[in-house]
C-alpha cells in the first residue's frame, strides 16, 4: 500500500479484517482469502484486528481523497470494530446464533454449501479448526469470568441446550450435503475423531466452567458491568450509525408507541369492532384462528408475498436483482434460539439464492396475521433488493457492497413494510394491521434496548413492556427478549433508519414537487451501497441539488 493510501485501498485493508473477525460472514458474501478460516477467538487475535482497525481509521481521517461517500464508510466501520473488540462481548455473550461466536458458527458453518474441490478442502480446513476455536472460547470465558465481564446465567442454559440440540440431529449438520471423491470419508472421520468430542468437551465446559456463574435475570444488561453502560453508548452509535444517546432514543420509541395506538383503533374497528388498542392487541395475542396450523401453511403464505412484491417492484424500482429469492423454514435445531425470521444473501456465482428463513418452531403459537410484513422485510422489496443491488454494483469498493451497517439495512426493510403498503401488497386488512404490530415491535426495541443496557431494567421488565405494547406470542417474547440481552444495540437500528429514510424521503418530496419520482429516490438510496446514516444524508441532498 502507498504512503498516502487511497480510499479504495482503505476499504479494502479494513475489509480483510472485518472478514477474519466473521470468516464465516466472509463465505457468505464471497470475500475471498478466508474461506478456510473460523476466527481467531484468541485475546492475540483481537489486539491485531484492534491494530488494523486503529491504522486504517487514522488514515481515513488524514486522507484528502475525493471519495468522501467511501472514506465516510471505512472510518464507521473503523470506530465499530474497536467498539465490539474494546466491548469484551466475546466473553460474554454464548449464546445467540447471530451475536455469540459458538452458537453463531453451529447456526452458519453447515449452511455452507461447498461448490468444487478447493471449496470442499476449505470446507474441511474450517471443520479441522472446530476444536481449537472451542477451546479458544473456552479460554476467553474463563478470561472474562475472572475479569468480572460474566455472561447471563440464563443465556449460558441456552448455549448448553443448542449444542445438545446440534448434536441429537441425525444425519448431524455438519455432515451434510455430501462431499465427493475420498473427501466425504475423510469429513466422517474428522467429524467422529475430532469434532464431535470438541462439541461434547465445550458443552461440558460450559457446564462445569460458566454455568452457575453468570448475571441474574435481574441484571441482564451491559450497565451492570463495569465501564458497561459506556460500551454500550459506543455499541448504540455502532449500531444507529448516529450520535443519539441512548436516552434520546429512549424517549423516541416511547412517543412513537403513543401515535401508533390511533391505527390499532382505526384497524381494531374496522376488523373486530373493537377501537380499544390494548384489546384489540389482546385479541391478536389470544385469538387461536389467527395463528399457523402448520409449518407449511407459515412457508406457502411467505412465499406467495415474496412472489406478489417481485411482480410489482418495476414500477417502484428503475433496478431489480437478477438473483432469485426462495423461502425456507429455519433449521429445526436452531428454532428455539434463532429470530423469528432472517434472510441470507446469494452466491456471487449464482450457486445459491437469497434465502428468506422463517422460524416454524412452535409453529402452531406464532402468528399468522404479521407473514406478509416479515415477508416485504427480509425478502422484497426488503433485505433481499438492497443487498443484491449492493452486490451487483460497478465501481464500487467491496466494504461498501458487502458488509452490513444495521441502521442502513434494517433501516431499509422496516421502511420497505410500510412502502408495502403504498404498492398495495397487503392481502387485506388483517395483515395490514401485522404491519402495524410490526412497527410497534420496532419502537418497543427503543424502550427495551436502552432499558435493559443503559437504565438497569430487569429481564422481566422487558418482558413485561413487550407483552403490553407489542403483538408477539410468549415464545416470542421470551425469544426476543434473550436477543436484545445478547446482541447490545442492534435493536436501535431498524426504527433509527427506518424514521431517517423517511425523513430524506419527505424532503425530497418537497424539495422537487411534481419532479420527484419514487423510482429515483429509491434507485439514489440503494445504489451507493451500505453507508452510514450522515452519509446517505449527503448523498441524497447532493441528488436532490443536482
Not at 142 to 154: F, L, M, N, Y
Not at 261 to 279: K, Q
Not at 296 to 303: F, Q, W
Not at 375 to 401: I, Y
Request: aromatic share 6%.
Amino acid at each position: 500500500m502507498s504512503e498516502q493510501p487511497t480510499a479504495a485501498e482503505l476499504a479494502d485493508e479494513l475489509l480483510d479484517a472485518l472478514a477474519a473477525e466473521i470468516p464465516l460472514m466472509a463465505t457468505f458474501d464471497d470475500i475471498p482469502g478466508h474461506d478456510h478460516e473460523l476466527r481467531d477467538v484468541s485475546e492475540a487475535g483481537d489486539a491485531r484486528l484492534r491494530e488494523v482497525a486503529v491504522r486504517v481509521g487514522e488514515r481515513a481521517a488524514r486522507s484528502t481523497d475525493p471519495d468522501w461517500v467511501t472514506l465516510g464508510v471505512v472510518a464507521h466501520h473503523a470506530e465499530g470494530l474497536l467498539a465490539r473488540l474494546d466491548s469484551g462481548k466475546i466473553e460474554f455473550i454464548v449464546a445467540d446464533p447471530m451475536a455469540a461466536e459458538g452458537a453463531g458458527m453451529l447456526s452458519w458453518l453447515p449452511q455452507l454449501a461447498p461448490s468444487g474441490e478447493q471449496a470442499e478442502e476449505d470446507y474441511l480446513a474450517r471443520m479441522a479448526a472446530i476444536p481449537g476455536f472451542l477451546a479458544g472460547l473456552g479460554d476467553r470465558y474463563r478470561a472474562g469470568i475472572a475479569a468480572g465481564r460474566t455472561p447471563v446465567e440464563r443465556a449460558v442454559g441456552n448455549a448448553i441446550a443448542h449444542v445438545d440440540r446440534f448434536l441429537a440431529v441425525e444425519p448431524n449438520a455438519l455432515l451434510t450435503p455430501p462431499l465427493t471423491g475420498d473427501r466425504e470419508t475423510r469429513r466422517e472421520r474428522l467429524f467422529a475423531e475430532k469434532v464431535r468430542p470438541a462439541l461434547v468437551a465445550y458443552r461440558d465446559m460450559l457446564a462445569r466452567d460458566v454455568a452457575g456463574r453468570g448475571r441474574p435475570d435481574e441484571q441482564p444488561g451491559l450497565c451492570w458491568l463495569e465501564g458497561g453502560k459506556e460500551s454500550y453508548t459506543r455499541l448504540a452509535r455502532t449500531h444507529t450509525t448516529t450520535g443519539i444517546t441512548p436516552e434520546e432514543l429512549h424517549e423516541t420509541g416511547l412517543e412513537l408507541g403513543r401515535a401508533l395506538e390511533e391505527e390499532y383503533r382505526l384497524l381494531g374497528t374496522a376488523l373486530f369492532g373493537e377501537d380499544d388498542p390494548i384489546v384489540v392487541r389482546r385479541r391478536l395475542r389470544t385469538d387461536p384462528s389467527l395463528c399457523w396450523r402448520d409449518a407449511d401453511e407459515m412457508v406457502t403464505t411467505a412465499a406467495e408475498a415474496v412472489a406478489r412484491a417481485t411482480a410489482a417492484a418495476p414500477g417502484w424500482f428503475r433496478r431489480t436483482p437478477s438473483a432469485e429469492c426462495v423461502v425456507r423454514a429455519v433449521p429445526a435445531s436452531e428454532g428455539p434460539s434463532a429470530a423469528q425470521a432472517y434472510y441470507m444473501t446469494p452466491a456471487g456465482d449464482g450457486s445459491r439464492p437469497g434465502v428468506y428463513y422463517t422460524n416454524t418452531y412452535r409453529v402452531e403459537e406464532r402468528f399468522r396475521f404479521i407473514a406478509e410484513s416479515v415477508a416485504f422485510h427480509e425478502a422484497v422489496p426488503g433485505h433481499h433488493f438492497q443487498a443484491c443491488t449492493a452486490h451487483e454494483l460497478d465501481g464500487v469498493p467491496a466494504l461498501r457492497k458487502l458488509v452490513p451497517l444495521s441502521a442502513f439495512d434494517e433501516g431499509w426493510a422496516l421502511y420497505t413494510e410500510r412502502l408495502a403498503d403504498e404498492m398495495g401488497l397487503y392481502s387485506d386488512d388483517l395483515m395490514r394491521l401485522g404491519m402495524v404490530a410490526e412497527d410497534s415491535l420496532r419502537a418497543a426495541r427503543l424502550v427495551v434496548d436502552t432499558g435493559l443496557h443503559a437504565l438497569g431494567w430487569t429481564r422481566q421488565q422487558c418482558v413485561g413492556y413487550l407483552t403490553e405494547h407489542c403483538v408477539l406470542s410468549d415464545v416470542e417474547v421470551q425469544s426476543e427478549t434473550d436477543r436484545y440481552i445478547e446482541w447490545p444495540g442492534q435493536a436501535l437500528s431498524y426504527m433509527t433508519g427506518r424514521l431517517e429514510i423517511q425523513r430524506l424521503r419527505a424532503l425530497a418530496e418537497e424539495r422537487l414537487g411534481e419532479a420527484f419520482d419514487i423510482r429515483d429516490f429509491h434507485d439514489v438510496v440503494l445504489r451507493h451501497g451500505q453507508v452510514p446514516l450522515p452519509v446517505l444524508g449527503e448523498i441524497v441532498r447532493e441528488w436532490i441539488e443536482s
